[in-house]
């Protein structure tokens, strides 16, 4: 029931639609052939050279579509400055220009969408690539948009109804790297429909992620080993998606309506088995986990835009509805041996643990927003947009049943039933954000400068966390020859509190042996920005182009110490604290700044005009000041490097590429823990050919260099211990997975 009228609410655009089909159909305007979209052998495709003041690059769905993405985050792994910091196969959080996800705005058509993270993120591998029409990477801010974007926003645009005049169907099979088979199908369909257009898509495809992982466990570097873990990773699941979109002329105005729902069904199975001084037999095994999370999610947007001349300029109507509603069950089973001293088969302990997470998140936004010439090449635009959202996080964990089990013949004992305990609360922040723009254009200089008013009001578990802020934004592009241009941005952005630093909540031995506290009270990041930016047009369709950028971070939000006793300390010795309550404050700043290189462009300059190349290379740093000193944004990337070619064969009918991908390592330090991270490097290629004239099949493999994740973690009792470096524990940890394969065809009709 929940699903039916979920996906109604997605096609709603049908239901405006229905009533036309008897009217008279009036000419496509100029959408793409269906045709052109399925059957791109012939050229390379290259960026997009945009016309925005603010500087951002475009990238097709064919600059993707020859190595078949199966979600946005796969296909944002060619494009610069993006890492992640996933596990293998995995590309979820987006890291642009290496910071937390946090820091970046993800837009779908331009506007903000509801994710599960605490900080607001959304999780890119949620949409199926089959869905976008093309990726916008916005490196700096415009009044006329949220203005939390401090290492700039990603836009993904999907497909209108005005995208295509015609039809395809896209079918194929997956290979995992466990030898496991999966499905991929989509289907999309854009027409005339009474007197406007409609666009219709569904797609329905398997994910599997199967991955091994290796840990050592030691006192010290370079100490004794203590234990080692073998486990293996299994990811696996089925996205559903279904989109519609209608545009019609209406009142004198245009009308646009769009729906988009997703729906994720995850399960995550991993094993593993510990081992006792590395010895990896029965005679010294530790432990067999088993810990399995079970995951539905659902997402849909729905927008409704109407744009009409009035007032002496254009007015646009704009309502929202985004929903986000995520469902997790786990279990985490636990055997322990050799407590006793008894090896394998004889059990020791038995721990179990259940708990159950329900996330609903819901926005709606309205905006109302004119813009009107004040004479030559000058335009105003003003107008204020809002937001009203609401999180409900429930969740419900079972007491740990732990027990010791007799020996043999002893009868093993009956697990006792769980007792749940139920916790929740309710977030509602309404946000009203009034802004101003003027922007212009005269002879070689394009430019715009605009004030935006940030409003936040925010209520969680009752308690009020109210602030706003002014975010002015400038930016301008001066043409110095037919071939280059120059680009300069100035900003002002914010980064709001993450929900769960907020609440006013005690956890214990949250970080270690220390409680967690959060602060009600906390402001948001404000960060003040700079991009500059040369691009120099190459021929007839390529583009190079080099920007550099630099943040200014104030009011950082970093964990501090109360210098309270937490639940931890056994109060044996007065005098000595043994254990501590943790909060989180702002305090300091920190800076962000780094060159971004890249470059696409056919080799027509060498009479291979057949062949395309593409290179993008990001030099990234930061500086930030805790308690032991100067490091990194934590987990930022140090590099990101993508570079590949294409090659067309049109007398074939054929086309073949690669793609290579390096990010450089990454460190985060927290409270008592800092963690090393290194990534392989990734290759995929792509055979591609021409069947028929509206038929191509193409054979993808990625991850083809078997890459590795391998991680580095020094763990410590406390911050002191942390600082005297006085090891609790040291791990090294190594997670790996094999090639993928896809062999798929698109039918155009």
Sequence with gaps: MKLGLLLGAALAPLAFAAPALAQSAGDPVGPTTALDEVIVTGEPVMRN??????????????????????????????????????DILESDGVRLRGLDPGYTQILINGERVPGAGVDRSFFVDRIPAELIERVEVVRSSSANRSGDAVAGAINIVLRDALALDGGYIRAGAILFPDDEFGGTFGAVYGGQVGPGRLLVGSSVQDRRNPKNKYSQRFDEPGGTL?????????????????????????????????????????????????Y???????????????????????????????????????????????????????????????RDGLPFPEEDRFTADLEYRDLQDEEVSAALEHTRPLGGDVELEF???????????????????????????????????????????????????????????????????????????????????????????????????????????????????????????????????????????????????????FERRLGRRGVVGINAFYRDVTDLIEDVNTGEPGSGDDDTTPDVIEAFIESIDNVGDGQVYGVEFDLSTPLD??????????????????????????????????????????????????????????????????????????????????????????????????????????????????????????????????????????MVMRVAF
Excluded: C
């Design 383 to 533: 107008g204020v947009q809002a937001i009203q959202k609401d999180r409900d996080s429930t969740t419900r964990v079972a007491d740990r049943v732990r027990f010791t089990i007799p020996n043999a013949p002893t009868p093993r004992p009956a697990q006792p039933p769980f007792v749940l305990t139920t916790s929740d609360y309710v977030i509602e922040e309404t946000r009203i954000d009034p802004y101003v723009m003027v922007s212009g254009e005269s002879g070689a200089l394009k430019w715009e400068a605009g004030l935006r008013y940030e409003t936040t009001d925010t209520t969680i578990a009752g308690i009020d966390n109210d602030y706003a802020a002014l975010l002015p934004s400038a930016s301008l592009r001066y043409r110095l020859s037919d071939t280059d241009r120059l680009t300069l941005s100035v900003a002002r952005t914010v980064r709001r509190p993450d929900f769960d630093d907020l609440a006013p909540v005690t956890l214990e031995e949250e970080h270690g042996d220390n409680d967690f506290r959060g602060n009600p009270n906390l402001e948001p990041e404000l960060a003040w920005g700079v991009d500059v930016g």
């Design 49 to 86: 050279r945009t016309d925005d003041v603010v500087p951002t690059l475009s990238y097709d769905l064919e600059y993707f579509q020859r190595f078949e993405p199966l979600t946005v985050g796969d296909a944002l792994k060619r494009v610069p400055s993006v890492t992640f910091l996933s």
């Design 605 to 742: 300059f060498i009479g291979m005009d057949n062949t395309g190349v593409f290179l993008n290379a990001s030099w990234l740093d930061s500086q930030v000041e805790d308690a032991l000193g100067e490091r990194r944004f934590n987990d930022q990337s140090d590099y990101v490097v993508n570079f590949g070619f294409t090659h067309d064969i049109p007398a074939w009918g054929a086309a073949f590429g690669a793609t290579y991908r390096k990010q450089g390592d990454a460190f985060g330090r927290v409270y008592a823990e800092e963690v090393t991270t290194s990534y392989g490097a990734d290759l995929e290629v792509f055979l591609e050919k021409r069947l028929f004239s509206n038929t191509v099949i193409r054979l993808t493999g990625s991850n083809l260099l078997d890459s590795s994740k391998d991680e580095v973690f020094d763990k410590f009792g406390d911050q002191a211990d942390q600082i005297a470096r006085d090891y609790d524990e040291y791990e090294l940890e190594s997670e790996s997975a094999g090639p993928v394969y896809q």
């Design 276 to 338: 006792r001084d590395g010895i990896e037999n029965t005679a010294n095994l530790l432990t067999i986990n088993d810990n399995n999370v079970d995951i539905e999610t659902d997402n849909l947007n729905l927008r409704a835009r109407y744009e009409r001349e009035m007032f002496g300029g254009e007015t646009r109507f704009k309502l929202g509805f985004a929903s986000f509603d995520d469902q997790q069950s786990e279990f985490e089973n636990e055997a322990e041996y050799l």
């Design 226 to 274: 203590d234990n080692t873990e073998v486990q293996t990773d299994v990811r696996s699941g089925t996205d559903y998606s279904f989109n519609a979109a209608y545009e019609v002329e209406v009142g004198g105005g245009t009308l646009d309506l769009s729906g988009v729902f997703v729906r994720t069904e995850r399960l995550q199975d991993e094993d593993s088995i510990e």
